[in-house]
């Protein structure tokens, strides 16, 4: 994982990462049982309301310097799946030293939440400019387990002129949740694991598609442009399993394994569903490093 305390931001990310630090080596070594839970009721409660605002405020405690938020994190149970750190909140400290100094910078656009699981959509200047997806697991009001995907964020808008993060941030259709997940999963199925382009046109209104993707134009005519110049360029993108689909109302996660230009690859694509169609699209693309490079071993997803 990659108003504030005034105070220097040359010396924020080490004061907290010293906190946390602190907090892993005192923690007991009793173990939580954790279950996954993806399902979405209708309606946000106060405490997801809460657990949302938890995790916009500890993504900005990276930059502040801020200690308090940390204390949303289980200090005896985080499950990390960043593979650049290792488990539990010592890895976090170690990953937040290893940071230049006063260079973290954090701004999130849009958060959301399914279930015990709460994905934050995020600007970030962390080991340089990089946009990314955070995905934080509560359980019995505690942060237990991490997963983010990161890519480098261009220096230009794409050639609709949107940039990654842009676009609309809150949640509308809360009681067609369910429905709009159902309707990505089986896009993703369709049309990015098994390649039935006769069923894409059914999932759009027309032409009517934002993208906001670096490289690729709006509509289905820019994304069919962007495909037919990878093929002549000779870059393949497949898609092999989806790991999640997480929904709040309009907007849909999907996190899926695969493959680009040949490496092992995380997407984590985000939908926003209009009338029963998908109409605007954002994504994160991530390779995964080799086996031999992590320092944690629970995988990417």
């Known amino acids: 994982m990659h108003p504030s305390r005034k105070q220097s931001s ?99 656009a849009r958060v959301f939440q399914d279930g015990s699981l709460v994905f934050a959509h995020t600007d970030y200047n962390f080991f340089g400019p990089k946009i990314g997806f955070d995905i934080f697991h509560f359980e019995n009001g505690k942060i237990v387990e991490h997963w983010d995907n990161l890519q480098e964020k261009p220096a230009s808008p794409n050639p609709s002129g949107h940039t990654m993060l842009d676009g609309p941030t809150q949640a509308t259709d809360l009681d067609k949740t369910e429905a709009n997940k159902k309707l990505v999963a089986s896009f993703v199925d369709d049309i990015l694991v098994n390649g039935r382009m006769e069923k894409l046109a059914g999932y759009f209104n027309g032409d009517n598609y934002i993208q906001h993707n ?64 998908i109409a605007e699209h954002w994504d994160t693309i991530e390779a995964i490093p080799a086996r031999d490079q992590w320092k944690n071993a629970n995988s990417k997803f």
């Open 214 to 277: 670096p490289q690729i134009a709006d509509g289905l005519s820019g994304l069919g442009q962007a495909l037919q110049a990878m093929a002549k360029a000779g870059i393949s993108m497949k898609y092999d399993r989806v790991h999640k689909v997480l929904g709040e109302g309009n907007f849909v996660l999907a996190v899926s394994e695969g493959s680009f230009g040949g490496k092992h690859t995380s997407f984590y694509d985000l939908f926003r569903v209009e009338n029963g169609k």
């Open 10 to 108: 040359s010396t924020s990310s080490l004061t907290l990462a010293a906190l946390v630090a602190t907090a892993s080596l005192s923690a007991c070594a009793s173990s939580i049982p954790t279950q996954r839970t993806e399902s979405t009721t209708p309606l946000m409660n106060t405490a997801q309301q809460n657990q949302k605002q938890q995790v916009v405020d500890l993504l900005k405690a990276i930059e502040t310097g801020e200690s308090a938020p940390v204390a949303v994190i289980n200090p005896e149970r985080y499950i990390q799946h960043n593979l650049a750190a290792a488990d539990g909140l010592a890895g976090f400290g170690a990953l937040l030293q290893a940071l230049p100094k006063g260079s973290a910078r954090v701004s999130t």
